[in-house]
């Protein structure tokens, strides 16, 4: 069975919804979207903030884990990202963290032009809406009453429920006082500091806003869109073009069939963090020792496909709250009384523990390194020469 489109995205996730959105506009061009997951947009366990956690360990996850790591006591750590349409944006934890600015420049410096926060900041600002700022709020949380006011993307996010409570106004003056001092809005670049978090979760609803809710569910009667679920797809096809090779389209598998689609234009490979290295390896695209060690034919010998992944650290800290702050330990501790009162209250008035996270405070903070700042530039920029020079070579 083979089928024509001018545009095929592997992988309906954060990234390939938006994608398709965008190309969809143009009710001329035939797009394929083809998830491995399925479309949970009725889940309760995706749509309630609280009840992210219940869906580890399901099918909606990948069930993914580090090998085991030697400096964590051989521990494995879990990194599994979202099967679902919507990817990891279905089943994260909603936190809506911002990048730093010295990140994203980072991705320029690495021989990327047009790819630096000054180019990509006002894209940024049209992914996601922020909750109307009221003087209360900016006062308990220390934010400025303008913050997000520049956004108006589809992603709707708020702040915490619980704002007002004890902790958020003293997390961000104790750091602070530490010489973290958040200078300005986190969501404009800021490097370090304390902040207090946004989550993609809808202020007026109360659930979850992701990918599905934002970039699909509005445009999915579009008769030029086309979304496949529950198919995995097996590798992409290439044709020989010259002394290189293009992406012709893509094998997959949906209900133990064996399908070919082919792309008129291009193959838009979206299938996340680990799973975009692992379809090219498996077309034939990687370390050509480990692909051969494999039985896989190899068409371009490139090492570094499915090395390198590197993650951000964090940790959260944990302290004793006095008796009259309220926590999530009955939760927790799973008591059938305080699980039956969150249900009810949140069915009645999209109110109570069930319409947060349970997170609120967060810090940028710098490591502390012994290397002097011209030690740590002679080795980035010796590291950017290498692999600048080993990925495009002359």
């Known amino acids: 069975m083979t089928s024509t489109y001018d545009f095929i995205i592997v992988g309906g996730g954060t990234a ?40 580890l360990g399901t099918e909606a996850h990948w069930g993914f884990e580090t090998s085991p790591q030697p400096q964590l006591e ?25 990048p730093s600015k010295s990140i994203i420049d980072a991705w320029g410096r690495l021989g990327n032009p047009g790819w630096d926060w000054s180019i990509l900041k006002p894209y940024y600002a049209r992914t996601h809406s922020v909750q109307k700022i ?76 992701y990918a599905v809710t934002g970039y699909y569910a509005p445009i999915a009667a579009r008769k030029n869109l086309h979304v496949l679920t529950e198919c995995t797809v097996e590798k992409i096809n290439f044709n020989r073009a010259g002394s290189d090779y293009a992406a012709a389209g893509i094998r997959y598998i949906q209900n133990g069939r064996t399908i070919t689609a082919n792309a008129s234009r291009e193959v838009i490979l979206a299938a996340g963090t680990l799973q975009s290295p692992k379809i090219l390896e498996l077309s034939g695209i990687g370390d050509s020792n480990l692909l051969k060690s494999l039985g896989i034919d190899v068409l371009v010998d490139n090492p570094h496909v499915g090395e390198n992944l590197q993650d951000h650290i964090w940790c959260g800290i944990g302290f004793e709250a006095k008796d009259d702050i309220a926590t999530l330990d009955a939760l927790r501790r799973k008591e059938p009384d305080a699980i039956a009162a ?53």
């Open 134 to 209: 009221t003087p209360e709020m900016s006062e308990r949380m220390g934010i400025g009453l303008d913050e997000g006011s520049e956004c108006s993307g589809p992603i709707q996010t708020s702040y915490s429920p619980n704002y007002g409570g004890p902790v958020p106004r003293p997390w961000n003056d104790t750091f602070a006082k530490a010489g973290h001092k958040m200078r300005d809005d986190p969501f404009h670049g800021s490097g370090s500091g304390a902040f207090q978090m946004l989550a993609s979760i809808d202020p007026v609803t109360r659930e979850r806003s």
């Open 16 to 55: 390939g919804l938006v994608v398709a959105n965008r190309l969809t506009e143009n009710p001329k061009i035939q797009v394929l979207v083809v998830e491995a997951g399925k479309n949970h947009a009725d889940d309760p366990r995706v749509k309630t903030p609280a009840l992210y956690s219940t869906l």
């Open 74 to 98: 051989n521990r494995k750590i879990n990194i599994s990202p979202g099967r679902a349409l919507g990817g990891s944006s279905a089943v994260n934890a909603e936190v809506f963290v911002p």
């Open 342 to 394: 969150a249900m009810a209250e949140y069915a009645s008035s999209r109110t109570g523990p069930l319409a947060a996270l349970g997170l609120s405070s967060f810090a940028y903070l710098p490591l502390l390194r012994k290397e002097s700042q011209e030690t740590l530039k002679e080795l980035l920029d010796g590291n950017i020469d290498r692999e600048l020079s080993s990925n495009h070579p002359a």
